[in-house]
């Protein structure tokens, strides 16, 4: 079992940054591949960063590649991410994920096995 709590939303103007946090619990941290996604009010949740158990193969989507960074570090069982230029299309709740095993459906929710209860961002033109 697996439990995953985020950190780091806010309230922040149009281009400035913001960096999530997402601390994990459990030994096999640092087997999981790691997730964000998030989800604005009206929308299906989306898929924002992926990462593998290693720290390589990070994966974006277009809306977001350039201006996030997802990382880890697996000693302290936390996964980040690191937000810059935001836009206020960029407002939603945020979630982390974990799953198992990395698979080439990374962007799917589907593939993720636990879930954070979710941190809100805010940009405001």
């Known amino acids: 079992q697996v439990q995953l709590v985020e950190s780091g939303g806010g309230l922040v103007q149009a281009g400035g940054s913001l960096r999530l946090s997402c601390a994990a619990s459990?030994?096999?941290?640092?087997?999981?591949?790691m997730g964000w996604f998030r989800q604005a009010p009206g929308k299906e949740r989306e898929f924002v960063a992926a990462i593998r158990w290693s720290g390589l193969s990070l994966n974006y989507p277009d809306s977001v590649k350039g201006r996030f960074t997802i990382s880890r570090d697996n000693a302290k069982n936390t996964v980040y991410l690191q937000m810059s230029s935001l836009k206020p299309e960029d407002t939603a709740v945020y979630y982390c994920a974990a799953a198992t095993s990395y698979s080439d459906t990374y962007y799917k929710s589907q593939t993720y096995n636990y879930w954070g209860q979710g941190t809100q961002v805010t940009v405001s033109s």
């Open positions: 459990g030994r096999t941290f640092n087997t999981y591949a």
